[in-house]
């Protein structure tokens, strides 16, 4: 019965290659994001979607792209990774784009060789 | 833009102590603030959500408190046990988007 599931859990990958995260909620929430957390611990946000459409783009690059195929999944894709992409990606949703409660997933460590 | 604090960014204390923890933001037209614990390793967790219109709520041995005129939240944990080590995080929102504060590290010793 989990909430919000990603995987994988763990990535390890060369520089250059491109790679998906996969994210699932099955909490009935019409909102999702994709946050980046840092060395340092801090949470960044990344990308939002509410009823699957883009309402949050911030300064990523543009070799991020997500995808969202239904309210229940949002998807990163990442091309010509970099070893500055090393980090914990997390993914989350709420009911709302304004008032609801967050919900965290478990996250995906992405290690850049 | 948006500006997330906490402080003390790292704090120790005996079992059993009552303690709070800090958050301050720069910009009070917020719809709402959450708090969460983080695990070493692990997601985050929702600990407590208030919304604008509310001055606290509680869960358990936890009550946060905000005061949006202010720029401030507080987290209130009583009868600190040592499974409460972690990392506390303070999320505003001003709008579509979370800003996350920068977490205070507890450790809770035995």
């Known amino acids: 019965d989990t909430a919000v599931s990603q995987t994988p859990k763990y990535l390890v990958t060369q520089m250059g290659n491109d790679k998906s995260i996969k994210c699932e909620q099955n909490?009935?929430?019409?909102?999702m994001y994709w946050y980046k957390q840092d060395s340092k611990k801090f949470l960044k946000i990344m990308f939002s979607?509410?009823?699957?459409?883009?309402?949050i783009n911030e300064t990523v690059p543009n070799r991020f792209s997500p995808k969202s195929p239904d309210k229940a999944h949002l998807n990163l894709h990442i091309n010509s990774l970099e070893l500055g992409d090393s980090a914990v990606y997390f993914c989350?949703?709420?009911?709302?784009?304004?008032?609801?409660?967050?919900?965290f997933g478990p996250g995906t460590r992405l290690t850049v060789l | 833009k948006q500006e997330v604090t906490q402080i003390p960014a790292a704090l120790s204390v005996p079992e059993g102590e009552n303690l709070v923890l800090n958050c301050s933001f720069t910009?009070?037209?917020?719809?709402?603030l959450q708090w969460f614990r983080q695990d070493p390793g692990k997601g985050l967790t929702s600990l407590l959500l208030?919304?604008?219109?509310?001055r606290e709520q509680t869960s358990g041995r936890l009550n946060a408190s905000l005061d949006k005129s202010s720029g401030r939240s507080t987290l209130y944990i009583a009868a600190s046990q040592p499974g409460d080590s972690a990392t506390y995080l303070c999320?505003?929102?001003?709008?579509?988007?979370?800003?996350f504060g920068t977490g205070t590290s507890l450790t809770v010793i035995p």
């Open positions: 989350a949703s709420s009911y709302g784009a304004t008032g609801g409660e967050q919900f």
């Open positions: 909490l009935g929430h019409d909102t």
């Open positions: 979607y509410n009823n699957k459409e883009l309402i």
């Open positions: 910009d009070s037209a917020i719809y709402n």
């Open positions: 208030i919304q604008s219109s509310q």
């Open positions: 999320a505003v929102r001003p709008g579509n988007q979370f800003y």
